[in-house]
């Protein structure tokens, strides 16, 4: 799991770069020749928000979200190795509540997709809330995969760096 959530993370940064050239489109487009693209707005945030859902498991598993790093200090290593489990287990936890909120409106834009209700009228809210179920259940396997990780290691070893 650790190596599929580090190639999605890092094939995830052709989205945003793909995302800045398609808001530099639009920049010059209406600016330059005053004539603005109906696409370019909803494609830019499907854009970023498929980086932002996808990547979840990336920065779980690189240990890059955010964290009080000054409890660390306070605590010890013992006392904060136990803590990241914890906040592990917690995480996993309301990930899945989340997931199976997420899962039945996800499952019905299959029967009837929903569209936008902009010029471009596309299937963004469709597609995203698919995305978000998928995100999901990356974000849970490798959640169970620092877990399992976690269980691995011995008392002495140090829990940072992967």
């Not at 200090?73 to 013992?78: A, F, M, W």
Request: glycine share 6%; net charge positive; charged share 15%.
């Amino acid at each position: 799991m650790d190596r599929f959530s580090v190639f999605i993370g890092q094939a995830c940064s052709v989205l945003l770069f793909t995302c800045v050239a398609v808001s530099a489109f639009e920049v010059v487009m209406r600016y330059g020749f005053d004539s603005p693209t109906v696409w370019s707005i909803e494609l830019a945030m499907a854009l970023c928000a498929s980086a932002w859902v996808l990547s979840v498991g990336y920065v779980t598993q690189r240990n890059r979200h955010i964290s009080i790093t000054m409890l660390e200090l306070l605590v010890g290593p013992r006392v904060w190795r136990l803590f990241r489990l914890f906040q592990m287990l917690i995480s996993i936890g309301a990930v899945f509540v989340l997931t199976l909120a997420l899962w039945d409106p996800a499952m019905k834009v299959f029967e009837r997709p929903e569209r936008s209700g902009t010029a471009m009228n596309s299937i963004q809210p469709s597609y995203l809330k698919v995305l978000l179920v998928v995100g999901c259940v990356l974000y849970l396997l490798q959640l169970l995969a620092n877990v399992i990780r976690w269980a691995q290691r011995t008392e002495g070893e140090v829990d940072g760096g992967h």
